[in-house]
């Protein structure tokens, strides 16, 4: 995966609830609700794995897995920026040259 993009990951408030104090150091609010933002994601299984990018206090960065049941997982928006997609009507790119 490139850059800025990623997954967030949102869950049933039932799966919050049940995944309690452990699960909060994760979260991330947004205008969408509690979500947690993932760097890769794996779904073949029975669980959800989600590989996390975290800062320690002295700035370092490391990965991160972090499981859960897939029952959990009420949807997985992914935030990548491919370019155009969709039907909807499209800017031409101006033409540059003679």
């Given at each position: ?22 699960i ?15 760097k ?59």
């Amino acid at each position: 995966m490139n850059g800025g993009g990623g997954y967030a990951v949102f869950f049933f408030p039932q799966a919050l609830e049940a995944l309690g104090e452990a699960i909060k150091p994760y979260l991330v609010e947004g205008p969408a609700g509690a979500h947690v933002l993932c760097k890769e994601i794996d779904t073949a299984g029975a669980l959800i794995e989600m590989t996390l990018e975290v800062h320690a206090a002295d700035g370092k960065a490391s990965l991160i897995e972090l499981m859960v049941p897939g029952s959990m997982v009420r949807m997985i928006v992914s935030a990548h920026s491919d370019g155009i997609f969709g039907f909807g009507p499209r800017k031409a790119a101006p033409v540059v040259g003679s």
